[in-house]
């Protein structure tokens, strides 16, 4: 948790959500039980002063928490999709849920998110849609797995042209860099792992600068402004 440096926060495979209190024992404080599924990712999102826990599984729902009273979710939402053919003929109306295995929020933003899904596809959503209730906003496809992490390029004020630029990681031995403001299509797919990519995560600090994890325990790090490539 960002805004409190003693507090860890885990989803299990079981569904819950666990907190830990560094300056307590090693069992959790916190216990909830919100999901049906195993809990894929967590973002707290806010302020300092008012933040909120969202929490995404397979199961097909996205989930709110008060951080200060975690007995039930304060929101629950059903993520659901068109499926591809229903999509392609708008005849039928039949959905799909969108079983989430990433997640990850834009710094300061609390309403628009990206998910990332079970069969690869990357979901572009809105917690309170501007209008009706269709939480989907855009569409991102081409991995052919797992999406294992999402994380977007922080803003940073000497790289005002790589803020906002999306980067994935997969099951599919990949990751990807999305420009989400001009394309649904990536800008360029990394292909140097041996093995799925777990994670894959912008520098904090420094623009343009990223690392992915592999399944073999392989550590790249890219700096994007200089197209170089550091295998450790």
């Known amino acids: 948790n960002q805004f409190s440096n003693h507090s860890i926060i885990g989803g299990l495979y ?12 090693q069992v959790p404080v916190q216990r909830a039980s919100g999901h049906n ?6 973002n ?31 929101k629950t939402i ?27 929020f834009s710094e300061g933003d609390t309403n628009s998110f990206y998910a990332g899904t079970e ?29 294992t992490s999402l994380s977007l390029h922080p803003s940073i004020e000497q790289s005002k042209n790589l803020n906002g630029l999306l980067l994935s990681s997969s099951f599919d031995w990949t990751a990807r860099l999305w420009n989400p ?16 990519v777990y994670d894959a995560q912008w520098h904090p600090t420094i623009p343009g600068t990223f690392m992915c994890i592999d399944g073999e325990g392989y550590l790249d790090v890219w700096n994007l402004l200089e197209l170089s490539l550091i295998h450790i």
């Not at 079981?14 to 024992?25: C, F, M, P, T, Y």
């Not at 599924?37 to 967590?42: C, D, E, K, N």
């Not at 269709?134 to 797995?145: P, V």
């Open 119 to 147: 069969d690869g596809t990357i979901y572009q959503c809105q917690i309170n849609p501007q209008m009706g209730d269709d939480h989907i906003i855009e569409i991102f496809e081409g991995h052919q797995g797992p999406v």
């Open 78 to 104: 059903e993520l659901k999709s068109k499926g591809k053919q229903q999509q392609q003929t708008a005849q039928q109306s039949t959905t799909q849920d969108i079983n989430c295995t990433s997640l990850c």
């Open 181 to 196: 403001r001009i394309s649904t299509d990536s800008l360029f797919t990394l292909e140097s792992a041996e093995d799925y």
């Open 37 to 42: 599924h195993p809990v894929f990712s967590l």
């Open 14 to 25: 079981s569904g819950q959500i666990v907190i830990w209190d560094l300056r307590a024992k």
């Open 44 to 74: 707290v999102v806010g302020t300092q002063n008012s933040n909120n826990l969202v929490s995404v599984s397979n199961d097909g729902k996205l989930c709110m928490w008060n951080l200060n009273m975690m007995s039930a979710p304060t």
